[in-house]
């Protein structure tokens, strides 16, 4: 995910994802002595966007567009409830695609929960 310069500049050290929404931050070095920031990525990290697109999903490519635009039209999202179907069936590459390292799910349905109306 890093550019190939960002990746030359990597000290050997242990790194940790930023998860800090208004942070430009994206990784840093546990020990402090390196950072690399959102311009130093290939992909666009969903968490740290505010205009679109935004991604949420980076193994299926939903995005909270996507999210937007199915409850405008429904009233309700099924991108976690997709999401949670192919984790069953096929599973996913979420510690290499997904910029955080982990599984989307849990983003899915935090941004499901922000965005729907609540009755």
Not at 71 to 77: D, E, Q, S
Not at 95 to 114: D, H, I, K, R
């Amino acid at each position: 995910m890093l550019k190939p310069d960002a990746y030359a500049s990597l000290v050997p050290t242990r790194y940790r994802f930023c998860a800090v929404p208004g942070c430009d931050v994206v990784y840093f070095a546990e020990d402090g002595s390196h950072v690399l920031t959102r311009s130093d990525l290939v992909v666009r990290v969903g968490i740290k966007e505010t205009e679109a697109p935004r991604p949420i999903c980076y193994c299926l490519g939903y995005s909270v567009e996507d999210m937007i635009e199915e409850i405008r039209l429904t009233g309700r999202t099924t991108v976690p409830d997709r999401i949670r179907s192919i984790l069953e069936t096929e599973g996913c590459h979420c510690e290499t695609a997904n910029p955080q390292g982990s599984c989307c799910l849990g983003t899915a349905l935090a941004v499901a929960e922000q965005l729907t109306p609540q009755a």
